[in-house]
């Protein structure tokens, strides 16, 4: 019985068994470059996997740092926003985000558990996705000038974030604009913008904003915000930095809290 097995076994590797059904054996007898053809489809199915595995992400990368240059803030505030629920809240449930490409935070917003979120382009979104275009026309994200009022009530969002957009104001404008959106957030406004020395101007980046990006230092912002009346929220930052040490997090741009106005 134990001939009979051994001898059927000896057969069925002969004709080839689970190789012979796909083909390998034939290929490693008379191909030579079937090892190499093995290592090449590993090296596409390799290539694929990280490929789509950091296509999300990574496009929007790319597609904002075309725009805004060597560095955007933007992309800094989809990566802080979990930072800022847990400093914020409650108050993170309605948000305005203002600021170039605001339709990639608005979307990272809205995958949140109940949060509401709207946006403001303040330059042109000739070059935008089919999704920011849907985000216009649902009027999620409108396209308006931060240089004059904005079109909301006082009070009108709970949180106010903006990133990269103050950067290429000049002062006689920051004086109208800053203050303004304090005046339509509820329980805080959040202001990124970058350090100086961390982006150097392009011609592209001029022709679409008109000036190129001015970045000015901590101290800089804190007397603008003192000569402009708003208050630094104190609370706000002690929790987001507690936050921020939990979750490693280390910011690549200045971070600012601010109080809205009573």
């Known amino acids: 019985m ?43 199915f390799l290539f694929v996997y990280l ?6 992400f990574g496009g929007n990368r790319q597609a904002l740092n075309r725009v805004q240059g060597d560095f955007s803030c933007t992309v800094e505030v989809q990566e802080a926003i979990p930072i ?4 914020y809240g409650d108050s993170m449930h309605k948000v305005l985000h203002i600021g170039p490409n605001t339709c990639y935070v608005v979307s990272r917003l809205l995958k949140e558990e109940e949060t509401e979120a709207w946006g403001v382009e303040p330059y042109d979104i000739e070059d935008a996705d089919g999704n920011c ?17 904005l079109p909301y009530r006082p009070k009108s969002f709970s949180l106010v974030i903006v990133s990269d957009a103050v950067d290429y104001l000049s002062p006689k404008y920051l004086n109208k604009t800053i203050p303004d959106l304090a005046r339509v957030s509820a329980d805080g406004l959040v202001i990124f913008t970058g350090l100086p020395g961390q982006h150097r101007a392009k011609v592209a980046e001029v022709t679409k904003f008109g000036r190129a990006a001015k970045l000015r230092s901590s101290s800089w912002w804190v007397r603008f915000f003192l000569q402009t009346s708003l208050e630094e929220n104190e609370a706000a930052i002690k929790k987001f930095q507690q936050a ?12 600012f809290h601010l109080k809205s106005f009573s």
């Open 84 to 87: 800022l629920k847990k400093a």
């Open 2 to 44: 134990s001939r009979r097995s051994s001898k059927n076994s000896r057969r069925f590797g002969e004709s080839g068994g689970i190789g012979a059904l796909f083909g390998f054996n034939s290929l490693s007898r008379s191909s030579p470059y079937f090892p190499i053809a093995l290592i090449l489809l590993g090296a596409v």
């Open 51 to 56: 490929y789509s595995s950091s296509a999300q």
């Open 133 to 149: 275009k849907a985000l216009v026309r649902r009027g999620i994200v409108r396209v308006a000038d931060i240089k004059f009022p």
């Open 244 to 255: 921020a040490t939990k979750s490693s997090y280390q910011p690549n741009c200045q971070i």
